[in-house]
C-alpha cells in the first residue's frame, strides 16, 4: 500500500501546513462572536423598513430598488458596528477598507497568539486601496459600494454610516442615486429603470457577474422577501410580479476555458496538480471516469478555515489535500481545480471522495457575519444545482451536506473529523437557493420528523468562538441541541467516537456529539408534552419542540430496522465490497464497524441504497484505477449529525403513514 501523502484527514487538511501562525493583531480585523449582548430595550421592529421608506423618499429611489440592493449586500442584517472580511458595514454592505485597516491595533502586532485563543483567528485579506481579489486571477477590479463616497455624499462623518443603520440605507441610496445619474437616466420611479445602476452597485467589472446580481435583485423584487433580521427588525418587500430580469450575460464573462461551472457567474481554473511524489506516493487527487466508472452522488459543503489565497497554495501543493472548487467570500467568485470526472481527496472518507464533489467556502465557521456572504451562498447554490442537475444528484440533505456530516470510515478516525461549515451556515436559506426547500411532507404527530428551526429565532447556546469556553454571542443557528431527557438541564448525549474516554459532550462550537442540523431527517421515539425524543446514536435524543416556535416538522420517509431476531446491528463508515469481488492479487479491505450500534426496535431514516466498491490507490498511474463494485447492499442512514451505513441483509425497510396535513403555515410574502 502507498504511503499516505495526505492523510484523510487529520486536523491537516483545516490547519493547513502554510497556515501556521495567525498574529494577534489577525483577531482584530474581524467580528468574533463573542458575548456583548446588553439590554438596551432594542428598537421597534419596524424601524429599518421606516428607514428604506424614508432613504428611497430622500433620494427619489424606488423602495424596492434599496430594499432588493440591501437584501442582496446582507439579507438586511446590520452586524451591528462590525465589518464584514471586506470591511462592509451595515444593511448595505457599505465598503470601508481604511477603517478594517485601522482596526489593527499596532500595540498587538505581535507574532504571539492571543491568551486563551481556543484557535487561530481568521486574518483579512483586505489591503486598503486594493481591491479583494483573494489571490485570485479573476479578482474583483472594480469599486464596491463606497462607505466613504456615500459619507461625503450624505455630508456625514464616515463613524455614522458604519454605526447608524439608518446613515447606512441613506448612504446606499444615494450612492444608487449618483450612479444612476452618471448613466443619464432619470430618477425614475419605475424599478425597470434601475436596472443598470444596480448591477453597478457591487463594483464588480465581470459583465456576467453584474448581470446576475442585478437579475438577483430583481427577482428578490419581482417575488417580494419578508424575514425578521439580526437585530429583531421586521422587514417586508411586498412582491412586484411585472419587474422582470434581464437576459443572462455571458460575453465577457471571467471564465477559463474548460471550467465546469453555470455560464451566468464567474469561474476561473487553478489546477491541482497530479503527480508523483516518489517510488511509494503521489498527489494530490485521483484520476477518475467518473460516472462511467462510478456514480458521482454527493456534494460536500465545506468551508477553508483559511483565506483563499492561502488555499490557492495549499490547492497546488501535491503533498496536501485537494478538492473541486473555491468559492469566494466577497463576491463568490468560483475557481475550479479538479475535473469532476477525477476524485478529490476533500473529506475524510474515500469512499465518500470516490462519489463527491468537493465544494470549499471561503470562511470561518466562528465568524459567520463576515464571511458568510448572500453573494457566496448565491453563487455556490447556483453551482450546487448546477452539479445536481448534471450528475442527478438528489436536492436532499443525504445527498448534499456539509464536512460535518461525512461519516466517519473508521471508529479511530472519528476525532479527527472536520466540523466545518459550522452550526451557524443557513442551511434552510441554502436549499431556498437551491430551488429545493426544505419544509414539512407530513403532520406534526408524524413517525418521522425533519430538523427545521427558524434560523433567525434559533440561538442556541455555544462556546468557543473566542477561547475555549467563552460564551459565543447570541446567533441563529441551524443546529438543535440533544438531551438524555426531556429536560434542558438533562445532560447532552456522551458520543463514544468522539470521546471514547467517557468524556461528555459539550456546547462547542466544534463539539457535534449532541447535535442535529436543518433538513436532516429522524425518526420519532417518543413525545412528552412539548418535548419530541429521535433515535440518535443508539440512543433517544430528546429536544424541545413547541408548537408556537417548532425546531422540528413532520416528514415522510423510509426508515430501516433491525430484522426480527437481531437484537443489534452494526454501522459502518463506509460500504466495502464482499470478500469475494476482490480481483486476485488485490488485498481485501477490512471491514471497521463504528462504536455505534442499532438496537432491536429503533429506526432511522434512511434515502439511498448504495452497493459497496473500492478503488486500489496504491500506485500511481495516468489511467483511472479500476472500481472494485461488489454485490453486498448498504442502507445510507442519518445515525447522528453525520450519515453512516448499514448492511441491507441486518434491515427490513419501512414506509411510515405520514399523519394528513404538513405542518406549514402560509406567509405574505415567501422567504429567500
Known sequence: ????????????????????????????????????????????????????????????????????VSYLQSRWDSHPGTPSVVGGYGPMHLVDARALQDRRTPARRSADPLPGAATAEPPSPYTAGAPYNAGNPAGRAGQPADLRRAASLLGLPAERLRSDDAANVRGGAALLAAAQRSLGKPLSADPADWWDAVSRFPGTTDSAAATTYANDVFEVIRRGARRTTDSGQRVVLAADPRVRPHSPATAGAQRAQGVECPADIGCSWLSAPYVRIDDEAYGNHDVADRPKDQRIEYIVI????????????????????????????????????????????????????????????????????????????????RLVRFLADKYHVPMDRQHIFGHDNVPSPTDDSIPDMHDDPGPFWDWRHYFDLLGAPLRATAGPDSDVV???????????????????????????????????????????????????????????????????????????????????????QGHKGWFLNPAGNPVAVGARGRTVTPKPGLGEIPVFGRALPEEGAYPEGMDEQTESPLPYTIRAGQRYVTQSRVLGTYVDRSSFGEAPAPVVKGQEAYYEIQLDHRLAYVRASDVDVVNPPAAAGPNTAPTAAPKH
Not at 24 to 53: E, F, K, W
Not at 329 to 337: E, K, L, V
Not at 348 to 376: C, K
Open 1 to 68: 500500500m502507498r504511503k499516505r501523502v495526505a492523510p484523510r484527514v487529520s486536523s491537516a487538511v483545516r490547519g493547513h501546513r502554510r497556515i501556521i501562525c495567525v498574529t494577534a493583531s489577525a483577531a482584530l480585523l474581524v467580528p468574533l462572536l463573542i458575548d456583548r449582548s446588553i439590554d438596551t430595550g432594542g428598537p421597534a421592529d419596524q424601524r429599518l423598513q421606516d428607514d428604506y421608506t424614508a432613504a428611497a423618499d430622500e433620494y427619489h429611489v424606488p423602495r424596492s430598488i434599496v430594499m432588493g
Open 450 to 536: 425533519m430538523i427545521l428551526p427558524d434560523y433567525a429565532r434559533n440561538t442556541p447556546r455555544f462556546t468557543g468562538c473566542s477561547a475555549s469556553g467563552v460564551p459565543c454571542a447570541k446567533h441563529g443557528s441551524s443546529a438543535v441541541h440533544l438531551h438524555t431527557e426531556p429536560s434542558a438541564t438533562a445532560p447532552l448525549i456522551q458520543d463514544p467516537g468522539r470521546r471514547p474516554e467517557g468524556d461528555d459532550s459539550t456546547e462547542d462550537v466544534n463539539d457535534l456529539g449532541s447535535r442535529v442540523s436543518a433538513g436532516q431527517t429522524f425518526a420519532v421515539a417518543d413525545r412528552r408534552g412539548e418535548w419530541t425524543a429521535i433515535w440518535f
Open 302 to 381: 465545506h468551508d477553508t478555515e483559511a483565506p483563499l489565497s492561502s488555499m490557492f497554495q495549499t490547492i497546488q501543493d501535491p503533498e496536501e489535500a485537494s478538492w473541486h472548487y473555491s468559492v469566494r467570500s466577497s463576491d463568490g467568485h468560483i475557481t475550479q481545480h479538479i475535473k469532476t470526472k477525477d476524485a478529490a481527496w476533500h473529506s475524510g472518507n474515500q469512499f465518500v471522495n470516490g462519489r463527491s464533489i468537493g465544494v470549499e467556502h471561503e470562511g470561518f465557521l466562528r465568524h459567520p457575519d463576515a464571511w458568510y456572504t448572500e453573494e457566496m451562498y448565491r453563487s455556490s447554490a
